[in-house]
């Protein structure tokens, strides 16, 4: 299917689906005492537009690992309607992507790499990025980074290609060695318990490991996690951790400088799009 490029009008609407999506979700957080985050274009639209980037279509959320895993085995039983699910890559269900997430049902919204595979919910979703504990050795922080490379390549089936030639060709003959479902199941489900044993309480910093190498490295002060600050958003506030300022510098550097002209547009490869329609009518 060929790519799909959003008009302003469907964008914003898209925009307004996604705080349709947060609102609902955050009432459950608060009922369960979930703290949650705005990250990267959500925690900068807040903080340099009051809203969503113009050319952003989507909002991620961090939330702290013991967090992330309760939702995945509760979400779904303790949510009471019918129009929100919690998905992310299982033994049993894949979704070729590293991040639980938060799916509305009634939506369509398929994305390039995801269109062939019949089982995921391809609905409009907030992405979930869980926060983990970092150590403070270096061996130790070095083999949790070692492992998060190894977790992602394997989930999501394709070699690192943005830390050299040496990495990517290793990555591909890994790849080749373990082809089917099931090996590569076994080395990624390995991989995240080993980068994700590390508890927040017990470590001074926290880190983001579903992510791109850039992010992974990162070792954000633990204290700028410690409350939510609510900021305006559109029409409404959402959270962001009381140190936004600390994370955004140390993840993207000059975060009130706009980027350029080239670089202003939608990160994700939609294939199919419908906010009136489910994929389950589409599909």
Known sequence: MEIVNLSGEQLKNLQNKNLEILEKFLKFCDEHSIKVFACGGGCIGAVRHKGFIPWDDDID????RED???????FNRLYENDDLYFEKTTKEHYTRVQLGAIVDENTTFVKQRQEDLKEVHHGVRIDLVPLDGCPSSRFKRKCQILWALIFSMFIVGEPHTSKGKALEIISKIMLFCFKTPKSRYKIWRFAEKRMSRFKISDCEKITELCAWYQYMVNEYPKEAFEKQVFMPFEDTKIPLPC????????AFGDYMKLPPEDKRIPKHDIVKFDLEKSYKELL
Not at 68 to 74: A, D, S
Not at 245 to 250: A, E, F, N
């Open 61 to 64: 959320l961090f939330v702290f």
């Open 243 to 250: 140190g936004y300022d600390t994370y955004l510098k140390m």
């Open 68 to 74: 992330y895993e309760w939702l995945f085995e509760n």
